[in-house]
T-cell receptor, first 118, second 111 residues
Framework: EVQLVQSGAEVKEPGESLKISCKASGYSFTGYWIGWVRQMSGKGLEWMGIIYPADSDTRYSPSFQGQVTISADKSINTAYLQWSSLKASDTAMYYCARRIAGGGADYWGQGTLISVSS | QSALTQPPSASGSPGQSVTISCTGTSSDVGGYNYVSWYQQHPGKAPKLMIYEVTKRPSGVPDRFSASKSGNTASLTVSGLQAEDEADYYC???????????FGGGTKLTVL
């Protein structure tokens, strides 16, 4: 069974750093792109970036380029999303998802809620 | 790239059918057969319901069907059930330099 299990909710202050994770199981981790999706409260879905764990080829949406870093450790089947300096505007739910042909996503993590407030 | 256009809301009574539209351009919806639909219940992760315009993943009821005409894709839910009440998002491929774009979402209410 394919599963993507994300790390738990975080409460942070502006300026702090953060790295959240997405552990994959039930399939060949290196055979699919993994993406990260942001969903702000009451809003829609936005692709942030994607990574191909086999060679760590990473691509970012222009809106998120330079704002976050996506990485993966294929030895432990885990993808990461990190911030070096959080802002209040980063408050949102973040999902990882396994990408399929044509940019869709067939399996999703349960989401990680990030709250940034002073 | 702008988000795909979906109606903010749709509704129907149990047993009825409802169709949700998703309008893009020739650079996304109209240019590729890569439209996906997702169902999202409150507090839950999105769930893939349709991919490649018309295909249903294993486990998705055949009450869910979809199509595309020109730059507009559509999702039809037949025989509405209470559990179908959720937000629905469309998504389309938009070229190799783009990750794909989502629609703004449609809140489906089962009356």
């Amino acid at each position: 069974e394919v599963q993507l299990v994300q790390s738990g909710a975080e409460v942070k202050e502006p300026g702090e750093s953060l790295k959240i994770s997405c552990k994959a199981s039930g399939y060949s981790f290196t055979g699919y792109w993994i993406g990260w999706v942001r969903q702000m409260s009451g809003k829609g879905l936005e692709w942030m970036g994607i990574i191909y764990p086999a060679d760590s080829d990473t691509r970012y949406s222009p809106s998120f380029q330079g704002q976050v870093t996506i990485s993966a450790d294929k030895s432990i089947n885990t993808a990461y999303l990190q911030w070096s300096s959080l802002k209040a505007s980063d408050t949102a739910m973040y999902y990882c998802a396994r990408r399929i042909a044509g940019g869709g996503a067939d399996y999703w993590g349960q989401g990680t809620l990030i709250s940034v407030s002073s | 790239q702008s988000a795909l256009t979906q109606p903010p809301s749709a509704s129907g009574s149990p047993g009825q059918s409802v169709t949700i539209s998703c309008t893009g351009t020739s650079s996304d919806v109209g240019g590729y057969n890569y439209v996906s639909w997702y169902q999202q219940h409150p507090g839950k992760a999105p769930k893939l319901m349709i991919y490649e315009v018309t295909k249903r993943p294993s486990g998705v009821p055949d009450r869910f069907s979809a199509s595309k005409s020109g730059n507009t894709a559509s999702l039809t839910v037949s025989g509405l059930q209470a559990e179908d009440e959720a937000d629905y998002y469309c998504s389309s491929y938009a070229g190799s330099s783009n990750f794909g774009i989502f629609g703004g979402g449609t809140k489906l209410t089962v009356l």
